[in-house]
């Protein structure tokens, strides 16, 4: 039983980001949603580094701007842009990292 309670934040963000994800999508275009989701590494790297106090290498933060500049691109061509499309996408961003934050403490515990 206690094991189930400690999976209970991961499971509420999985719940969380997939509500967020479907929503976006409903908001505007599945691919505006999906661009706009494929920023979530620099949202895990920026949770990590300061809300959860782990160290982001140097690696994968020099990785991070090709990571927003070809979400940039993508976006610049998209016609259909829906704000509220983006600000869902960006939460399901937000449950996503704090989802992957607690998933990785969770299994470095015993």
Known sequence: ???LIKMLPVAFCYAGAHSASVFSFSAG????GQIVKASEPAFA???SQFVY???VSKAKWLCLPIVIG???LASV??????VSAL???????MFAAVR???NKKLMETE
């Open 53 to 55: 106090n782990k160290p």
């Open 77 to 82: 061509n998209e016609l259909d842009f829906a």
């Open 45 to 47: 790297a920026v949770l």
């Open 87 to 93: 600000v869902s996408a960006c939460i399901a961003n």
């Open 1 to 3: 039983m206690d094991d």
């Open 70 to 72: 070809g979400v940039i």
């Open 29 to 32: 275009s599945v691919s505006f």
């Open 100 to 102: 992957g934050n607690e």
